[in-house]
């Protein structure tokens, strides 16, 4: 592996410190987190459940860093009742995801690309487990954007309430509601 390699791939990832995630774009949240953001906080999610749960935890952690990686080529793309904003499927979005992830993970270890294969096949317990999680860490940010920017943002805590189903998080996720 050469020096260079390395600083691409940093820069690669540093995009994802610019890019604001769309549906707070979308909803006029003002300074919305980027996508970089979004992910440090499901990371440490991942991390601090990831025993509670008893699942691979190093697996958990590894979806919740590259999930997003994929953005740094197609951006922050939303898919609302299966279709992308931009009129791809939902197929579509995934499979450009995937292959920016294997394009950037080439010179690594094929292990990242198989995780992401399994995060997106959602197979795994560990994969239904950080889908879980996404979405709680969504409708928490969510919240947090009602409280400071006086913002109705139902529909995301709704789509959360929707994809969660563990009893823990689903606890969380309606306290929040409080």
């Given at each position: 592996m050469k020096s260079t390699d390395i600083i691409n791939f940093a820069k690669i990832v540093g995009k994802l410190k610019k890019i604001k995630r769309t549906g707070w774009v979308r909803e006029g949240v003002v300074e919305p987190e980027s996508v970089a953001e979004h992910s440090f906080r499901l990371i440490v999610l991942a991390m601090t459940l990831g025993d509670y749960f008893e699942v691979d935890k190093e697996k958990l952690i590894k979806m919740a860093i590259i999930h997003d990686l994929g953005e740094t080529s197609t951006g922050d793309l939303v898919v609302e009742r299966g279709i992308v904003v931009n009129d791809l499927n939902k197929r579509d979005k995934e499979q450009r995801e995937e292959k920016a992830i294997s394009e950037l993970f080439q010179e690594f270890s094929p292990d990242y690309k198989n995780i992401f294969r399994e995060m997106i096949e959602r197979k795994s317990k560990e994969a239904l487990l950080f889908?879980?999680?996404?979405?709680?860490?969504?409708?928490?940010?969510?919240?947090?954007?009602?409280?400071?920017?006086?913002?109705?943002?139902?529909?995301?805590?709704?789509?959360?309430?929707?994809?969660?189903?563990?009893?823990?998080?689903?606890?969380?996720?309606?306290?929040?509601?409080?």
């Open positions: 889908w879980q999680l996404d979405k709680l860490e969504m409708a928490m940010q969510a919240k947090e954007y009602e409280e400071e920017q006086d913002k109705v943002l139902t529909e995301f805590i709704e789509n959360a309430d929707h994809h969660i189903t563990d009893p823990l998080l689903k606890e969380i996720l309606h306290k929040l509601s409080e």
